[in-house]
């Protein structure tokens, strides 16, 4: 089991920036991929980016160009720099981890954390 604790939430205008990271423990060895979903009140949960060995990238085309994804693999850390917010990036925030590759779909990340909220203020 791998527990992954999210942070760096908070309250910003539009057109601003924010970093959250995600520090993971436990069987941090069987990780092969981690990335970050989001669900906004009253909509279904999406997926935003995924990393695999600090090689292999994928982002939603609703946050290309914008948000950058990266790793840190000596301290079991992800991070999400997001930039020029919309207030449509308003939501809550998870750190997901898998053994296997990269997935855009929610079914297949078995490793969840509690999320960490994002609002961006129009």
């Known amino acids: 089991q791998v527990q992954l604790v999210e942070s760096g939430g908070g309250l910003v205008q539009a057109g601003g920036s924010l970093r959250l990271s995600c520090a993971a423990s436990g069987r941090t060895f069987s990780m092969g991929a981690m990335g970050w979903f989001r669900q906004a009140p009253g909509k279904e949960r999406e997926f935003v980016a995924a990393?695999?060995?600090?090689?292999?990238?994928q982002y939603a085309d609703s946050v290309k160009g914008r948000f950058t994804i990266s790793g840190d693999t000596a301290k079991n850390t992800v991070y999400l720099q997001m930039n020029s917010l919309k207030h449509e990036d308003t939501a809550v925030y998870h750190c997901?981890?898998?053994?296997?590759?990269?997935?855009?779909?929610?079914?297949?990340?078995?490793?969840w954390g509690q999320g960490t909220k994002v609002a961006v203020s129009s």
């Open positions: 990393i695999r060995w600090n090689t292999y990238i």
């Open positions: 997901v981890a898998r053994q296997e590759s990269l997935s855009n779909d929610s079914e297949e990340y078995d490793n």
